[in-house]
């Protein structure tokens, strides 16, 4: 599965648009972008994931960019519950399920 | 609607005992995974069943075993415990790709 790079950090204003980047230049072609959250000590959440199309769901969007070496999470309208390590993960959808491999993701801080 | 059910959620054992940690997943869903997060780590990957089968196992200690049974459970066995096996252990489970999460079982070994 490719690597990702992720900032270690970020705050966000509260009611603000939260912007996450994420890099996978080692992307393939037959990988997708997932994002994960978790909030202290909870299980990871499924957010949202993607192929090359733009997605959007209740949570958040995902925007890939057209080369798909990198993607950002946005999270519309952020609130104090959104505080969380965000994971963008890039992997293969296989027939029986694969494993999700996290690395360092990004805490965000929503501030009010 | 129904979500992945870990028991139990805390688990306290000594040094060189067992400990069973057990995962109902969301019906319908036909693979499990188990992860272990350290304190301050992030999740790692132990091992994952598809159809009752191991589909995948990454690093998972030799002490520790795991099995789904013909209802979906999965079951993760750990023996001969160590003071670096306390940790949060999730369960997750998932139809196709979009993996579930469930509370986690957090297990201290003194």
């Known amino acids: 599965d490719a690597k990702t790079t992720q900032p270690p950090s970020m705050d966000c204003a509260e009611g603000r648009a939260a912007n996450l980047p994420c890099n996978h230049s080692?992307?393939?072609?037959?990988?997708?972008v997932y994002w994960y959250r978790q909030i202290h000590s909870q299980g990871p959440q499924y957010i949202i994931h993607?192929?090359?199309n733009n997605e959007t769901n209740e949570m958040a969007s995902l925007i890939i960019t057209e080369d798909r070496k990198s993607s950002t999470l946005i999270l519309p309208h952020a609130t104090l519950r959104d505080t969380a390590v965000y994971y963008c993960?890039?992997?293969?959808?296989?027939?029986?399920?694969?494993?999700?491999?996290f690395g360092a993701g990004t805490i965000l801080r929503v501030k009010s | 609607a129904a979500g992945v059910i870990q028991s139990p959620r805390h688990l306290i054992k000594e040094k060189r005992e067992t400990a069973t940690l057990k995962c109902y997943p969301i019906?319908?869903?036909?693979?499990v995974y188990w992860y272990q997060q350290g304190p301050g780590q992030d999740p790692q990957f132990l091992i994952s069943?598809?159809?009752?089968?191991?589909?995948d196992k990454g690093s998972i200690p030799d002490r520790f075993s795991a099995q789904q049974f013909s209802d979906y459970h999965s079951e993760l066995n750990m023996s001969s415990l160590e003071l670096g096996d306390s940790a949060l252990y999730f369960c997750?489970?998932?139809?196709?790709?979009?993996?579930?999460f469930g509370p986690g079982t957090r297990l201290t070994v003194l």
């Open positions: 997750a489970s998932s139809f196709l790709n979009e993996q579930f």
């Open positions: 993960i890039v992997r293969a959808q296989l027939e029986y399920g694969n494993k999700l491999v």
């Open positions: 080692t992307i393939s072609g037959n990988e997708y």
């Open positions: 993607g192929l090359k």
């Open positions: 019906p319908r869903h036909d693979t």
């Open positions: 069943f598809y159809e009752k089968m191991q589909s």
